[in-house]
């Protein structure tokens, strides 16, 4: 039988190795080390709705915990490289990764080694936003509506151009289902985020664009461009006069989701602590109202729920894209 002292000392050891264990598990922003910061990867560049979203996430984590957050951008490939960088990342809570329905779901569907898998090589935190997709035209484009521009396009095969944040990406996807649902010519220009995207339209370097209402909304209001359809089913509350594009192709509908992912393999607790973290921000009132502001829709889950949804998603956009038969050679030409 043991003696009470040892016993003691005994339970004191295996409690200080559970804390030590414990601690180990926390997410980084709860570790006191200022000369190793939290990196959140973006697979775009900066300006568009991700970057936008992870640096208001960022800012708030570190505000939050001890750690500074720094975004890196990692654009190209239409999201691939950066998503390609995070699968590889140390699986310690270190490495945040703000993912999209275009990196997750569509990139992977399309090209035959996107260089990850998107179910196994991350782990799930949370969903943080659905952002509608808009298409702008520059006003240099004698059209106001879908149905003016689809007269001018036809009369125009392939001398209009549309911009999109990348081959493959959501807003890409957009267009492409437009032009091919509308019976129309357009010549596809990618950039490397939804930033340079916009800039184009507004440098008047191409005629046309499709991307994150978020990053448009600015531009729109000043009069730099002209919004013609939102790919949601029905209009949005932040832009009310620009019509659904269903309102002219019955059916049509595009949405554009985001999420933070952590390399497979990351601990539970770090997972499960990002998730309550994360979450609470979201809710923040200040948040919500850049949200808001920015015509972008909350929504956040658990890290069980989200992992599902990823699933049906990577499922739903393979099988679509067979059945229009989009190809990655395709997109990039």
Not at 157 to 170: E, I
Not at 301 to 312: D, I
Request: net charge positive.
């Amino acid at each position: 039988m043991l003696h009470p002292g040892r016993r003691t000392a005994s339970t004191a050891a295996i409690m200080g190795a559970a804390c030590a264990t414990a601690l180990a598990c926390m997410p980084a922003l709860a570790q006191q080390q200022p000369d190793r910061p939290v990196r959140f990867i973006v697979a775009f560049s900066a300006g568009g709705a991700a970057d936008l979203l992870a640096r208001t996430i960022g800012q708030k984590l570190a505000e939050r915990g001890s750690q500074q957050v720094v975004v890196d951008n990692r654009s190209g490939a239409g999201g691939m490289i950066g998503m390609q960088i995070a699968a590889k990342a140390a699986a310690d809570g270190n490495t945040l990764l703000m993912a999209s329905s275009s990196t997750l779901a569509i990139g992977p569907a399309l090209w035959a080694n996107p260089g990850f898998d998107p179910i196994t090589s991350y782990d799930a935190v949370t969903d943080v936003a659905n952002v509608p997709i808009i298409m702008v035209v520059n006003p240099s484009v004698p059209a106001t509506s879908i149905a003016e521009l689809l007269q001018y396009a036809k009369a125009r095969p392939r001398q209009l151009s549309y911009a999109s944040s990348g081959a493959g990406a959501t807003p890409h996807i957009a267009g492409e289902l437009f032009r091919r649902s509308a019976g129309i010519d357009l010549v596809h220009v990618p950039y490397k985020g939804g930033g340079e995207a916009v800039s184009a339209v507004l440098g008047a370097h191409v005629q046309m664009s499709f991307g994150a209402i978020s990053t448009a909304i600015p531009h729109i209001k000043a009069g730099k461009l002209r919004g013609l359809g939102v790919t949601s089913p029905k209009r949005l509350l932040s832009a009310p006069d620009v019509p659904a594009i269903a309102e002219a192709i019955p059916g049509f509908e595009v949405v554009q989701w985001f999420g933070v992912m952590v390399p497979a393999g990351t601990p539970k607790p770090v997972t499960a602590r990002l998730n309550a973290e994360i979450r609470a921000i979201v809710a923040l009132p200040d948040v919500k109202e850049r949200y808001a502001a920015q015509g972008m829709e909350a929504q956040t889950r658990s890290p069980e729920a989200f992992a599902a949804y990823v699933r049906a998603e990577v499922l739903r956009w393979r099988k679509l894209l067979k059945e229009m038969d989009i190809r990655g050679e395709q997109v990039v030409r």
